[in-house]
């Protein structure tokens, strides 16, 4: 949705008539859950995985770690290791018929999309971020093929 409605979010954008859009999330990294950690029910039902924080960003890795800074007395080596949440990479892919270039509608779908996981997780971790936004890959048109770190000499 968000990339056919890139012309009425971006200026002097053009209304562009799209043949395809699709929208991939991949989560990378973070914990595992397995079934020994309480996340089964006693008949096998997946419930939700045991809360650490207040809603305030306070189950973040960084909250916890400052947090933990001020304590008096502390053991080396006591508290575990903190394992990080991982991200979750977005590929937006967008094509049309035209002799136009879709890179606007594809960073527009992809940074929607970021922005709606962002909205759905804000509960867990307001400490979110949605970074390194680009163009990866560009096909057609009058320059051809074009692919992130590649030199257009060879």
């Known amino acids: 949705m968000a990339a056919k409605k890139t012309s009425d979010l971006v200026p002097l954008c053009h209304n562009i008539g799209l043949s395809f859009v699709g929208v991939e999330l991949e989560v990378v990294g973070g914990e595992e859950v397995s079934e020994g950690d309480g996340t089964k029910g006693e008949e096998g039902n997946e419930t939700s995985i045991p809360w650490q924080g207040t809603g305030q960003g306070d189950a973040h890795v960084w909250h916890r770690s400052k947090a933990s800074a001020g304590r008096s007395v502390e053991k080396e080596g006591s508290e575990k290791e903190e394992k990080g ?8 892919t967008v094509q049309c018929d035209g002799k136009t270039g879709v890179e606007m509608e594809a960073l527009t779908a992809a940074s929607v999309a970021a ?19 680009r163009v990866v890959r ?14 257009a000499s060879g």
């Open 115 to 133: 922005l709606t996981v962002y909205d759905m997780c804000k509960a867990v971790d307001k400490g979110m971020r949605v970074e390194a936004l």
């Open 138 to 151: 560009k096909e057609g048109g009058k320059s051809g093929t074009w692919v992130e770190g590649v030199s």
């Open 85 to 92: 949440y991982g991200k979750i990479e977005i590929t937006a």
